[in-house]
């Protein structure tokens, strides 16, 4: 059996609507994607802001959290966490973080990271 659909040669229209598409997704992914590099590192202990530091360092911080000591590491304009006394380590292996907006969190010792620049990426965390 025969199939009844044939294709055929793609007219202008389509060409132009094509091209259009990928146009606007290209302005679109320039315009939403930031990838600028990060000023300050902000650490949290709890719902406290523990201190605010400056990337332009080396330096290694020990925080006393609930159960233990976390330490973060600062080098070369990034910032992570080196090691930590929780369970499975999620927060060691999220790496380092150096773009404004990434932010690192462990959750069983409540201390958590996030890099500062001139504005947030994004509209608002909770309205």
Not at 19 to 36: D, P, R, S, Y
Not at 55 to 63: E, P, T
Not at 97 to 116: M, R
Request: glycine share 8%; net charge positive; aromatic share 10%.
């Amino acid at each position: 059996m025969a199939s009844a659909f044939r294709w055929s040669k793609p007219l202008l229209g389509d060409v132009l609507v094509i091209l259009v598409g990928l146009i606007f997704v290209t302005c679109l992914f320039k315009a939403l994607w930031h990838n600028e590099h990060a000023a300050k590192l902000q650490i949290r202990l709890g719902d406290k802001i523990y201190a605010i530091y400056s990337l332009d360092q080396n330096r290694n911080i020990d925080i006393q959290g609930p159960i233990g000591i976390t330490r973060i590491v600062i080098a070369n304009g990034k910032a992570r966490f080196a090691s930590s006394p929780c369970p499975n380590q999620y927060c060691v292996h999220q790496g380092w973080l150096s773009h404004k907006g990434q932010a690192a969190i462990c959750l069983p010792n409540q201390v958590s990271l996030e890099l500062l620049g001139g504005e947030k990426p994004f509209d608002s965390l909770n309205y």
